[in-house]
Nanobody, 120 residues
Framework: HVQLVESGGGSVQAGGSLRLSCAAS????????MAWFRQAPGKEREGVAA??????TYADSVKGRFTISQGNAKNTVYLQMNSLKPEDTAMYYC????????????????WGQGTQVTVS
């Protein structure tokens, strides 16, 4: 039974920080296929950050503010979010890719249930 379980969301003021966690289980985990997406009301789901065999990749809107990392615990991925802005408000999802471009949500076959981040 595949599970991606996110945690760490919440409400913060602009300029604040949050750290999201994602625990994966039930399939053959590959750190190079893990990513974070977000979706705001009325908007399409967008890629935020992804791990890869090389350096992590980030959406331009979060570069320099967000950091994706592999946890010490196996099958755990984090998203450290600093200098949060109101436009970062969204549901954040952890996802595992089967292949292809990291920013295309269609390339991901496993998704978590999401964790809400609200910045005011």
């Amino acid at each position: 039974h595949v599970q991606l379980v996110e945690s760490g969301g919440g409400s913060v003021q602009a300029g604040g920080s949050l750290r999201l966690s994602c625990a994966a289980s039930g399939y053959t985990y590959n750190r190079n296929c893990m990513a974070w997406f977000r979706q705001a009301p009325g908007k399409e789901r967008e890629g935020v950050a992804a791990l890869s065999r090389y350096s992590p990749t980030y959406a331009d809107s979060v570069k320099g503010r967000f950091t994706i990392s592999q946890g010490n615990a196996k099958n755990t991925v984090y998203l450290q979010m600093n200098s949060l802005k109101p436009e970062d408000t969204a549901m954040y999802y952890c996802a595992a890719k089967r292949g292809g471009a990291w920013s295309d949500a269609r390339n991901y076959n496993y998704w978590g249930q999401g964790t809400q981040v609200t910045v005011s």
